[in-house]
Protein backbone atom coordinates (compact mmCIF):
# COMPACT_ATOMS: atom_id res chain seq x y z
CA UNK A 1 0.00 0.00 0.00
CA UNK A 2 0.97 3.21 -0.66
CA UNK A 3 0.49 6.45 0.73
CA UNK A 4 1.55 10.12 0.28
CA UNK A 5 3.08 12.41 3.21
CA UNK A 6 2.11 16.44 3.50
CA UNK A 7 4.86 18.28 5.31
CA UNK A 8 3.32 20.99 7.81
CA UNK A 9 4.38 24.51 8.49
CA UNK A 10 8.53 24.83 9.64
CA UNK A 11 9.18 22.73 6.43
CA UNK A 12 9.99 25.25 3.78
CA UNK A 13 13.61 27.22 3.61
CA UNK A 14 14.29 29.97 1.67
CA UNK A 15 14.85 29.30 -2.11
CA UNK A 16 13.11 26.00 -1.78
CA UNK A 17 11.14 25.89 -5.25
CA UNK A 18 14.19 27.38 -6.70
CA UNK A 19 14.54 23.30 -8.25
CA UNK A 20 11.32 22.87 -8.70
CA UNK A 21 10.19 26.15 -10.52
CA UNK A 22 13.16 24.89 -13.78
CA UNK A 23 10.03 22.33 -14.10
CA UNK A 24 7.47 24.47 -16.70
CA UNK A 25 4.78 22.30 -15.28
CA UNK A 26 5.47 23.00 -11.97
CA UNK A 27 6.15 26.72 -11.87
CA UNK A 28 2.48 27.53 -14.04
CA UNK A 29 0.70 25.23 -11.06
CA UNK A 30 2.45 27.40 -8.42
CA UNK A 31 1.45 31.04 -10.80
CA UNK A 32 -1.88 29.48 -10.89
CA UNK A 33 -2.41 28.64 -7.00
CA UNK A 34 -0.88 32.23 -6.73
CA UNK A 35 -3.38 33.71 -8.40
CA UNK A 36 -6.44 32.20 -6.68
CA UNK A 37 -5.48 33.80 -3.69
CA UNK A 38 -3.41 37.28 -4.94
CA UNK A 39 -0.25 35.99 -3.44
CA UNK A 40 3.24 36.06 -4.94
CA UNK A 41 4.14 32.36 -4.43
CA UNK A 42 6.89 32.15 -6.76
CA UNK A 43 8.54 35.28 -5.20
CA UNK A 44 7.85 33.75 -1.69
CA UNK A 45 9.17 30.00 -2.82
CA UNK A 46 12.70 31.66 -4.89
CA UNK A 47 13.69 35.08 -3.42
CA UNK A 48 11.90 35.68 0.23
CA UNK A 49 13.83 35.56 3.09
CA UNK A 50 13.30 33.40 6.23
CA UNK A 51 11.65 36.02 7.99
CA UNK A 52 9.26 37.25 5.38
CA UNK A 53 8.22 33.63 4.66
CA UNK A 54 8.35 32.51 8.47
CA UNK A 55 4.92 34.79 8.56
CA UNK A 56 2.25 31.64 9.29
CA UNK A 57 0.47 33.86 6.32
CA UNK A 58 2.90 33.21 3.85
CA UNK A 59 4.18 29.57 5.41
CA UNK A 60 1.14 27.92 4.80
CA UNK A 61 0.40 28.87 1.30
CA UNK A 62 3.55 28.86 0.26
CA UNK A 63 3.90 24.80 1.64
CA UNK A 64 0.30 23.87 0.46
CA UNK A 65 0.83 25.36 -3.02
CA UNK A 66 4.38 23.11 -3.40
CA UNK A 67 2.60 20.21 -2.56
CA UNK A 68 -0.31 20.03 -4.42
CA UNK A 69 2.36 21.17 -7.57
CA UNK A 70 4.41 18.77 -6.33
CA UNK A 71 1.57 15.61 -5.99
CA UNK A 72 0.24 16.64 -9.65
CA UNK A 73 3.63 15.63 -11.05
CA UNK A 74 2.79 12.01 -9.79
CA UNK A 75 0.33 9.86 -11.37
CA UNK A 76 -2.40 9.94 -8.62
CA UNK A 77 -4.42 7.10 -9.82
CA UNK A 78 -1.63 4.93 -8.04
CA UNK A 79 -1.79 6.94 -4.92
CA UNK A 80 -3.34 4.14 -2.41
CA UNK A 81 -3.68 6.92 -0.01
CA UNK A 82 -2.30 10.31 1.79
CA UNK A 83 -1.77 11.48 5.53
CA UNK A 84 -0.57 15.40 6.62
CA UNK A 85 0.89 17.05 9.47
CA UNK A 86 -0.70 19.43 10.45
CA UNK A 87 -0.82 22.17 7.73
CA UNK A 88 -0.14 19.20 5.43
CA UNK A 89 -3.70 17.86 5.94
CA UNK A 90 -4.91 20.60 3.57
CA UNK A 91 -3.26 19.33 0.90
CA UNK A 92 -4.07 15.66 1.75
CA UNK A 93 -7.77 16.79 1.31
CA UNK A 94 -6.65 17.62 -2.21
CA UNK A 95 -5.02 14.26 -3.26
CA UNK A 96 -7.94 12.31 -1.45
CA UNK A 97 -10.20 14.05 -3.60
CA UNK A 98 -12.21 16.20 -0.76
CA UNK A 99 -11.06 19.81 -1.88
CA UNK A 100 -10.49 21.45 -5.60
CA UNK A 101 -7.54 23.32 -6.23
CA UNK A 102 -9.14 26.44 -5.67
CA UNK A 103 -11.13 25.51 -2.12
CA UNK A 104 -7.54 24.26 -1.08
CA UNK A 105 -6.13 27.31 -1.70
CA UNK A 106 -9.04 29.06 -0.31
CA UNK A 107 -9.15 26.84 2.88
CA UNK A 108 -5.51 27.25 3.61
CA UNK A 109 -5.53 31.08 3.18
CA UNK A 110 -8.41 30.93 5.67
CA UNK A 111 -6.99 28.99 8.32
CA UNK A 112 -3.34 30.85 7.90
CA UNK A 113 -4.59 34.27 8.38
CA UNK A 114 -6.96 33.16 11.13
CA UNK A 115 -3.68 31.77 13.11
CA UNK A 116 -1.73 34.29 11.75
CA UNK A 117 -4.67 37.08 14.00
CA UNK A 118 -4.68 34.61 16.90
CA UNK A 119 -1.24 34.45 17.16
CA UNK A 120 -0.91 38.41 17.65
CA UNK A 121 -3.57 38.60 20.22
CA UNK A 122 -1.59 36.87 22.79
CA UNK A 123 2.38 37.45 21.76
CA UNK A 124 5.56 36.14 23.03
CA UNK A 125 4.12 32.90 21.95
CA UNK A 126 6.15 30.26 20.45
CA UNK A 127 7.30 26.41 19.73
CA UNK A 128 10.43 24.12 20.46
CA UNK A 129 11.21 20.65 20.01
CA UNK A 130 11.79 18.06 22.30
CA UNK A 131 14.27 15.42 21.36
CA UNK A 132 14.43 12.33 23.18
CA UNK A 133 13.48 11.62 27.21
CA UNK A 134 10.99 9.57 28.39
CA UNK A 135 7.85 10.92 27.50
CA UNK A 136 5.97 10.78 30.38
CA UNK A 137 8.94 12.79 31.47
CA UNK A 138 8.52 15.07 29.11
CA UNK A 139 4.83 15.99 29.57
CA UNK A 140 5.28 16.69 32.89
CA UNK A 141 8.05 19.12 32.56
CA UNK A 142 6.14 20.49 30.08
CA UNK A 143 3.02 20.57 32.24
CA UNK A 144 5.08 22.00 35.44
CA UNK A 145 5.82 25.18 32.87
CA UNK A 146 2.46 25.82 31.37
CA UNK A 147 3.30 23.91 28.23
CA UNK A 148 1.18 22.34 25.85
CA UNK A 149 2.48 19.34 24.12
CA UNK A 150 1.19 20.47 20.32
CA UNK A 151 2.48 17.94 18.09
CA UNK A 152 3.61 14.12 19.39
CA UNK A 153 5.72 13.73 16.01
CA UNK A 154 6.64 9.85 16.90
CA UNK A 155 10.75 9.12 16.64
CA UNK A 156 11.38 10.39 20.54
CA UNK A 157 10.29 13.58 19.49
CA UNK A 158 7.77 15.98 21.15
CA UNK A 159 6.88 19.22 19.72
CA UNK A 160 6.27 22.15 23.07
CA UNK A 161 4.27 25.24 23.08
CA UNK A 162 3.09 28.18 24.88
CA UNK A 163 5.26 31.63 26.15
CA UNK A 164 8.09 32.37 25.15
CA UNK A 165 9.63 32.29 28.77
CA UNK A 166 8.38 28.99 29.65
CA UNK A 167 10.20 28.29 26.02
CA UNK A 168 13.53 29.62 26.97
CA UNK A 169 13.00 27.89 30.43
CA UNK A 170 12.66 24.61 28.80
CA UNK A 171 15.59 25.13 26.40
CA UNK A 172 17.82 26.14 29.43
CA UNK A 173 16.60 23.20 31.71
CA UNK A 174 14.86 20.27 29.36
CA UNK A 175 13.87 17.05 30.82
CA UNK A 176 16.40 14.48 31.49
CA UNK A 177 17.99 12.65 28.32
CA UNK A 178 16.21 15.71 26.34
CA UNK A 179 17.42 18.08 24.03
CA UNK A 180 15.21 21.15 23.21
CA UNK A 181 15.42 23.40 19.71
CA UNK A 182 13.57 26.53 19.62
CA UNK A 183 11.31 26.39 16.17
CA UNK A 184 10.82 29.96 13.58
CA UNK A 185 7.34 29.66 14.23
CA UNK A 186 5.28 32.78 15.47
CA UNK A 187 2.62 31.63 17.53
CA UNK A 188 2.05 28.35 20.07
CA UNK A 189 -0.29 26.31 17.20
CA UNK A 190 -2.03 23.54 18.23
CA UNK A 191 -2.82 24.87 21.44
CA UNK A 192 -5.82 26.81 23.29
CA UNK A 193 -4.60 30.19 22.15
CA UNK A 194 -5.59 28.89 19.05
CA UNK A 195 -9.61 28.78 19.62
CA UNK A 196 -10.20 31.75 18.04
CA UNK A 197 -8.89 30.71 14.32
CA UNK A 198 -10.53 27.29 14.72
CA UNK A 199 -14.14 29.04 15.23
CA UNK A 200 -12.93 31.96 12.41
CA UNK A 201 -11.99 28.81 9.72
CA UNK A 202 -15.34 26.74 11.26
CA UNK A 203 -17.09 30.24 10.07
CA UNK A 204 -15.15 30.41 6.18
CA UNK A 205 -15.45 26.56 5.85
CA UNK A 206 -19.52 26.24 6.07
CA UNK A 207 -19.44 27.95 2.63
CA UNK A 208 -17.48 24.72 0.78
CA UNK A 209 -19.32 22.06 -1.12
CA UNK A 210 -16.83 19.11 -0.75
CA UNK A 211 -16.51 15.52 -2.70
CA UNK A 212 -16.62 12.25 -0.40
CA UNK A 213 -13.08 10.95 -0.35
CA UNK A 214 -11.91 8.47 -3.28
CA UNK A 215 -8.54 7.60 -1.45
CA UNK A 216 -7.66 6.68 2.45
CA UNK A 217 -6.88 9.55 4.70
CA UNK A 218 -6.41 9.74 8.17
CA UNK A 219 -6.90 12.49 10.75
CA UNK A 220 -4.39 14.07 12.65
CA UNK A 221 -6.14 14.03 15.98
CA UNK A 222 -6.51 10.69 16.84
CA UNK A 223 -5.15 8.71 13.10
CA UNK A 224 -8.56 7.54 12.81
CA UNK A 225 -9.74 6.92 8.98
CA UNK A 226 -11.75 9.77 7.80
CA UNK A 227 -14.99 7.90 6.16
CA UNK A 228 -16.31 11.47 4.75
CA UNK A 229 -15.76 15.11 3.57
CA UNK A 230 -18.22 16.40 6.63
CA UNK A 231 -16.32 14.53 8.86
CA UNK A 232 -12.51 15.74 7.47
CA UNK A 233 -13.55 19.69 7.49
CA UNK A 234 -14.95 18.98 11.21
CA UNK A 235 -11.51 17.45 12.44
CA UNK A 236 -9.63 19.54 10.39
CA UNK A 237 -10.73 22.78 11.86
CA UNK A 238 -10.70 21.05 15.58
CA UNK A 239 -6.72 20.15 14.82
CA UNK A 240 -5.97 23.94 14.88
CA UNK A 241 -6.38 23.92 18.43
CA UNK A 242 -5.12 20.14 19.37
CA UNK A 243 -2.03 18.34 19.43
CA UNK A 244 -1.44 16.94 16.38
CA UNK A 245 -0.82 13.34 16.73
CA UNK A 246 1.69 12.37 13.72
CA UNK A 247 2.62 9.23 15.67
CA UNK A 248 -0.58 7.77 15.88
CA UNK A 249 -1.20 8.42 12.30
CA UNK A 250 2.50 6.33 11.76
CA UNK A 251 1.04 3.76 13.55
CA UNK A 252 -2.20 3.62 11.79
CA UNK A 253 -0.47 3.66 8.02
CA UNK A 254 1.67 0.52 9.13
CA UNK A 255 -1.51 -1.03 10.55
CA UNK A 256 -3.46 -0.54 7.46
CA UNK A 257 -0.71 -1.87 5.43
CA UNK A 258 1.48 1.22 4.02
CA UNK A 259 5.03 -0.03 2.81
CA UNK A 260 5.73 2.79 1.10
CA UNK A 261 6.02 6.32 1.31
CA UNK A 262 6.38 9.58 -1.08
CA UNK A 263 7.03 12.63 1.08
CA UNK A 264 5.78 15.88 -1.60
CA UNK A 265 7.69 19.25 -1.10
CA UNK A 266 9.03 20.49 0.92
CA UNK A 267 10.43 16.78 1.37
CA UNK A 268 12.52 15.96 4.55
CA UNK A 269 10.99 16.01 8.04
CA UNK A 270 8.42 13.63 7.39
CA UNK A 271 10.45 10.89 5.48
CA UNK A 272 13.19 11.53 8.63
CA UNK A 273 10.47 10.57 11.24
CA UNK A 274 8.51 7.73 9.24
CA UNK A 275 12.79 6.27 8.56
CA UNK A 276 12.77 6.12 12.71
CA UNK A 277 8.92 5.51 13.36
CA UNK A 278 7.96 2.99 10.63
CA UNK A 279 9.58 -0.14 10.43
CA UNK A 280 10.02 -1.93 7.18
CA UNK A 281 8.77 1.12 4.75
CA UNK A 282 9.93 2.36 1.56
CA UNK A 283 10.85 5.94 1.57
CA UNK A 284 11.19 8.47 -1.16
CA UNK A 285 11.29 11.91 -0.35
CA UNK A 286 11.04 14.58 -3.20
CA UNK A 287 13.73 16.97 -1.81
CA UNK A 288 13.88 18.19 -5.46
CA UNK A 289 13.42 16.90 -9.21
CA UNK A 290 16.09 15.21 -8.94
CA UNK A 291 13.83 12.61 -7.07
CA UNK A 292 10.95 12.34 -9.32
CA UNK A 293 12.15 9.67 -10.85
CA UNK A 294 12.22 7.55 -7.74
CA UNK A 295 8.50 8.28 -6.96
CA UNK A 296 8.08 7.22 -10.48
CA UNK A 297 9.21 3.71 -10.51
CA UNK A 298 7.93 3.62 -7.30
CA UNK A 299 4.01 4.27 -8.15
CA UNK A 300 4.90 1.88 -10.96
CA UNK A 301 5.22 -1.23 -9.42
CA UNK A 302 3.51 -0.58 -6.42
Excluded at 69 to 91: F, I, K
Excluded at 154 to 164: F, K, N
Excluded at 165 to 185: F, M, R, T
Excluded at 240 to 257: F, H, I, Q, Y
Aim: hydrophobic share 45%.
Amino acid sequence: MLALLCPGQGSQKPGFMNPWLELPEFKENIGSLGELIKVDLIKHGSVSDEETIRDTAIAQPLIVSATVATANLLDLNQVDAVAGHSVGEVPAGYIAGILSESQTMGLVQARAQAMAKAAKLIPDTGMAAVLGGEQAEVLSKLESLGLSAANFNGAGQIVAAGSTAAIAELVANPAAGSKVIPLAVAGAFHTKYMVEAGNELANYANSLELTEPSKTIWSNQNAQKISSAEEYLKLLIGQVSNSVRWDLCMTAMEKAGVNQVIELSPAGTLAGLAKRGMSGVEIVALKSPADLDSAKEMLARK
